[in-house]
C-alpha cells in the first residue's frame, strides 16, 4: 500500500499569500495518477487536480498542482478567504488507492 | 446534471449488516465504475473500494481493512450501487460516499452516515 504522508498539517497564511502544500508518497505513484480534493465542512470532497497537474473542470487558476514520483505539490498562488479549509492528496495509480491525512489551511 | 444519492445509513449495532444504496442519474451508468469512500468523524478520508463497469467485469476491489466483511454490487437497469456491510465494527463509524469512476473523482454524492454502537 502507497502511504501518502502530507505537510504541514496545518498551515497558517492570510489572504492573497502564496500556499504550498507537499504530498510525499511511500513509493513511486505510477503515471502521475494523482489527485488533490478540497473539503469545506459538511460537504463532499471537490476535485481540484487529477494527473499531478491538470486543474478539473471550473477550478480557477490559482490552483495548480506539479510533481512526479513520490514528490508532489499543491500551490494556491493568492489566497482567498473561502480556500482557507481542507485539502487531501489521493494516488489511484494502484490498490488499494490511498489518501494523504489532510492539510488544513488556516 | 450528474447526480449521485446515497443511502441506507443508520444507527446499527455491532455485528450486524447494513446495505447502503447510491442512486445515479444524469449520465450513462453502464459506462462508469463506481467508487465507495468513507471519513470517520473528524477524520480523513479512507478509500473504500470501488466496482468496475460491466464492460469490465463488474469485479470489484476492496481496501484491506474490510476484504471480506463489506462487498459491492451495481443494478446497471436501475443505475444504482451497493455497498454491502457485514460484521459491522465500532470503527465502521462514518460518513459513507460513493463517487463516480475509479480514477480521480469528479463527482460525488453528499454522504450517508453510518454510526456503529451498542
Known amino acids: 500500500e502507497i502511504v501518502l504522508t502530507q505537510s504541514p498539517g496545518t498551515l497558517s497564511l492570510s489572504p492573497g499569500e502564496r500556499a504550498t502544500l507537499s504530498c510525499r508518497a511511500s513509493?513511486?505513484?505510477?503515471?502521475?495518477?494523482l489527485a488533490w480534493y478540497q473539503q469545506k465542512p459538511g460537504q463532499a470532497p471537490r476535485l481540484l487536480i487529477f494527473g499531478a497537474s491538470s486543474r478539473a473542470t471550473g477550478i480557477p487558476d490559482r490552483f495548480s498542482g506539479r510533481g512526479s514520483g513520490t514528490d508532489f505539490t499543491l500551490t494556491i498562488s493568492r489566497l482567498e478567504p473561502e480556500d482557507f479549509v481542507l485539502y487531501y492528496c489521493h494516488q489511484y495509480g494502484s490498490f488499494p488507492n490511498t489518501f494523504g491525512q489532510g492539510t488544513k489551511l488556516e | 446534471e450528474v447526480q449521485l444519492v446515497e443511502s441506507g445509513g443508520r444507527l446499527v449495532q455491532p455485528g450486524r449488516s447494513l446495505r447502503l444504496s447510491c442512486s445515479s442519474s444524469?449520465?450513462?451508468?453502464?459506462?462508469?465504475?463506481m467508487t465507495w469512500l468513507r471519513q470517520a468523524p473528524g477524520k480523513g478520508l479512507e478509500w473504500v473500494g470501488y466496482?468496475?463497469?460491466?464492460?469490465?467485469?463488474?469485479?470489484?476491489e476492496y481496501a484491506a481493512s474490510v476484504q471480506g466483511r463489506f462487498s459491492l454490487s451495481r443494478d446497471d437497469s436501475r443505475s444504482v450501487a451497493y455497498l454491502q456491510l457485514n460484521s459491522l465494527k465500532t470503527e465502521d463509524t462514518a460518513v459513507y460516499y460513493c463517487a463516480r469512476g475509479r480514477s480521480s473523482l469528479f463527482y460525488w454524492g453528499q454522504g450517508t452516515l453510518v454510526t456503529v454502537s451498542s
Open positions: 513509493q513511486s505513484v505510477i503515471s502521475s495518477y
Open positions: 466496482i468496475r463497469s460491466n464492460s469490465y467485469g463488474g469485479t470489484a
Open positions: 444524469g449520465f450513462t451508468f453502464t459506462d462508469f465504475a
